[in-house]
């Protein structure tokens, strides 16, 4: 007989599988739900700043844009005679310099010229020894005497035969003879006179002459040297100062303009600045220009002339050229600072009289100093803007102020 005790045990032991399981304590279930919802909360977090809207800057809202106009400083374009102005970096070139040398051989025996001096073509500025030449001079034109009184014998003779060929007094050979001698003598009597000619300009080659104006440089030799026409360094260089020349490059694309001119008869204006740019050396106008085009820099040289009546411009000193190439009249001009420059080309910004501002596209000409000439989408008296140009897009709410 089985035990009660031990059938209760077994029983529970042996419980059917289709008897649900007991659910955990409530406790139990609530132990892990705050870390679950913190974990939510910090990924709705993240999601919401990466998928939130950007914000527009404040200029792309019209309403905020015109609620704050933004501040400018503008000008009105004005109409006037307007000057094309190139300029360029030039060099000042005499139009001669001349190394004075000696034709002869010979002692330096005076020198009539100061270092610096201004001096004449033809002035007198040293004398070599002219003893030699004298001498020389003197063989030759005894030489052609003697030759001379030759000739003049040969020629007695001559007639002398043509008369007795005339009366058959003597044969016609002995004519013919004597002709032939009175032809040789007269081509010793011209190689005479060369000589003669020869001898006296060499003595004329003693007194050694400026050859141009000028003023003179320092002195390359001294009294007493022996001078040849060997030498190298020669005497003195004389460099003509008045007038005198600058060249300078203009680009090519200025060539058409300026020739124009030149063909119509036009001189026109050059001014020569210093090195800075600040005090005026002198005024000119432009001379010539070259027939050739630098492929290297894409320039043409240009050479303006000064008189230079107070020496203010050097040989080899450098000057800065302004050359007035034309004159444009009633151009709309206005302020450099106004010109901006876009995807399509120069622009400016036009303020209207409710100031809102438009984008103009404008044609420019050329530009002086500060100021631009308008060809094309400017009229005068139109206000552009100068400054704070950069904050600004086409239809923006502006407050202008007039700039000086």
């Not at 060099?91 to 330096?108: D, F, R």
């Not at 001014?271 to 001379?287: I, K, M, N, S, V």
């Not at 206005?334 to 876009?342: S, V």
Request: with cysteine.
């Amino acid at each position: 007989m089985k035990d009660p005790a031990t059938d209760s045990v077994h029983g529970a032991l042996t419980m059917p599988r289709d008897v649900p399981t007991p659910m955990p304590p409530r406790r139990a279930i609530w132990r892990f739900r705050p870390a679950a919802f913190l974990a939510l909360v910090i990924l709705g977090g993240l999601a919401w700043h990466v998928l939130k809207p950007t914000a527009l800057p404040p200029t792309a809202s019209p309403t905020e844009g015109a609620a704050r106009p933004v501040p400018v400083v503008v000008a009105s374009a004005a109409s006037g005679d307007f000057n094309v102005m190139l300029e360029a970096l030039g060099t000042v070139t005499p139009i001669a310099t001349v190394s004075v040398t000696a034709e002869v051989s010979g002692k330096l025996v005076q020198i009539f010229y100061s270092e610096g001096q201004m001096v004449k073509a033809g002035d007198v500025l040293a004398e070599i020894d002219p003893r030699p030449y004298e001498n020389t001079l003197h063989q030759a034109q005894g030489q052609l005497l003697r030759d001379q009184a030759v000739l003049d014998n040969a020629r007695i003779d001559l007639e002398r035969y043509r008369r007795l060929v005339k009366q058959d007094a003597a044969p016609r050979q002995q004519f013919d003879t004597q002709e032939s001698l009175v032809h040789q003598d007269e081509g010793t009597v011209k190689i005479d006179q060369a000589a003669v000619d020869s001898a006296r300009l060499n003595l004329d080659y003693c007194t050694i002459k400026a050859p141009v104006t000028g003023r003179v440089g320092l002195r390359l030799t001294d009294l007493g040297n022996y001078v040849g026409t060997g030498g190298t360094s020669g005497i003195v260089v004389i460099t003509q100062l008045q007038p005198i020349t600058v060249t300078f490059p203009v680009a090519e694309d200025h060539l058409p303009g300026v020739m124009k001119q030149l063909l119509a008869g036009a001189r026109l204006p050059v001014a020569a600045y210093d090195r800075g740019g600040a005090a005026l050396l002198a005024q000119g106008t432009l001379l010539t220009v070259d027939n050739q085009v630098d492929p290297t820099t894409g320039t043409v040289k240009f050479k303006a002339e000064f008189d230079n009546r107070d020496l203010s411009l050097f040989p080899n000193q450098f000057v800065n050229v302004h050359l007035l190439a034309d004159t444009l009249r009633d151009a709309v001009m206005m302020p450099a600072a106004a010109l901006q420059h876009g995807p399509k080309g120069p622009f400016v910004y036009v303020v209207g009289d409710d100031d809102i501002v438009a984008m103009r596209p404008v044609t420019v000409s050329a530009a002086e100093a500060d100021r631009v000439a308008v060809l094309a989408g400017l009229k005068a008296g139109e206000r552009v803007v100068v400054e704070g140009a950069d904050r600004l897009r086409e239809g923006a709410k502006v407050k202008a102020t007039e700039g000086r």
